[in-house]
């Protein structure tokens, strides 16, 4: 997937413009707060419908605007142009259209345009709660499996109405809970099956990856951990109900799971380095990036922001190198040192196109 045209309109501090980015690597540079950021979260956006940071359409708006608009013209690796133009406007929510036609969800317009972010808040899969991984991991599987998508917001929806009724605690009528708990046993068992088998195919490509970026051997792994990988769900809601009652909340089911990072068979959160825990976490992306790829048949678009200030000289160049490789597509990096990416791209004999940005203003540079 190349992205060939990319206009934005009142879209957080810039107030209109349009890149026209080359198929290979993209810099966009700038001072911190400029706007660089909001460039890439714009490609980002039109991919998955939504901003990568936490962030509401309404909290996307440039200051006084009634409205954004967002368009994205692509090829596709197999050569067909499409665009996506997306559109949000106070009082009206938002609007997703491919090719001129709307979407009747936004769910459906996810891994159609795939994507693969990272970003210096990745920190939080490594040191924060296990819902930070598992939201990584809902986010990834959906552009590659639409039905997981379907399933994890059933499931949710479902997992509502059970909380729900475990609050009415002895007056619970059992007969209700036991029809939910049969749909939540069916949707249960297929998002964590999918996860499994996802993690399963990604653990290697870590592993792999993560030698080549840190130059160092040690064994990293990756693994689903879950109630659902030694008992079924439904054994497990049965001998649960009265602690749950007793809750007023579900206390097991892929809503809890988490995801276990370790190296040399150690939590990489308490024994990782903070080089090899950054190391670890670029492998894992672009572990995802490769497995987006095998499983849809185009090349993810990469967006690389702000990463330059965490990573040391050596890793840095291992990772300029590995992703401007012929399997890696277009590629937007973002940093707030002009010469320093310039001279890390030339070391490297690269050739990249470069943006600037000041003030929400952006400009194509000569280098």
């Known amino acids: 997937m190349k992205l060939q045209r990319l206009s934005l309109l009142n879209f957080k501090n810039i ?11 993209n810099c966009i540079v700038g001072s911190n707060g400029a706007g660089k950021t909001n460039v890439v979260d714009a490609v980002h956006y039109l991919s998955m419908s ?10 996307c708006l440039r200051h006084g605007a009634p409205f954004f608009m967002l368009q994205g013209d692509y090829t596709t690796d197999g050569e067909m142009g499409v665009t ?14 491919f090719c ?11 891994g159609v345009i ?3 972010m990272v970003s210096p808040s990745d920190g939080a899969l490594v040191v924060e709660a296990a819902e930070e991984r598992r939201r990584w991991l809902n ?9 997981y998508l379907d399933a994890t917001m059933r499931y949710n929806r479902l997992l509502a109405e059970r909380n729900t009724l475990l609050k009415q605690g002895e007056m619970l009528p059992p007969e209700l809970l036991e029809v939910i708990d049969e749909q939540l046993v069916e949707l249960g068992e297929r998002v964590a099956g999918v996860r499994r088998e996802v993690l399963a195919r990604l ?10 970026i840190a130059g160092e051997r040690e064994s990293v792994e990756l693994a689903y951990r879950s109630e659902l990988n030694t008992s079924p769900y439904g054994e497990i809601l049965v001998r649960n109900r009265q602690k749950d009652m007793i809750m007023g909340f579900t206390t097991a089911g892929p809503h809890r799971d988490d995801v276990v990072m370790t190296i040399g068979g150690y939590p990489l959160r308490k024994f990782g380095s903070q080089g090899q825990q950054k190391s670890f976490l670029l492998a894992l992306k672009l572990a995802q990036y490769n497995l987006l790829h095998e499983r849809l048949g185009e090349r993810p678009l990469l967006l690389l922001d702000d990463l330059f200030d965490k990573l040391d000289e050596e890793r840095l160049s291992r990772l300029v190198e590995l992703t401007s490789g012929e399997e890696y597509g277009q590629v937007f990096i973002t940093d707030c040192n002009r010469e320093r990416l310039i001279s890390v791209l030339k070391g490297c004999n690269l050739e990249f196109r470069l943006f600037s940005v000041e003030g929400g203003e952006v400009k194509t540079e000569e280098v």
Not at 15 to 25: A, Q, S, V
Not at 203 to 212: G, R
């Open 100 to 110: 001129g036609k709307e979407y009747p969800r936004l769910a459906d317009h996810i």
């Open 84 to 97: 996506v133009n997306c559109s949000f406007k106070k009082g009206e929510g938002k609007s997703l259209k």
């Open 203 to 212: 653990a290697p490509l870590v592993e792999t990856i993560y030698t080549q």
């Open 15 to 25: 107030e209109e413009c349009e890149l026209l980015p080359t198929e290979g690597i």
């Open 139 to 147: 986010a990834f599987i959906s552009q590659l499996d639409h039905s």
């Open 114 to 116: 795939p994507v693969v």
């Open 50 to 59: 939504k901003s990568s940071l936490p962030m509401t359409d309404g909290q």
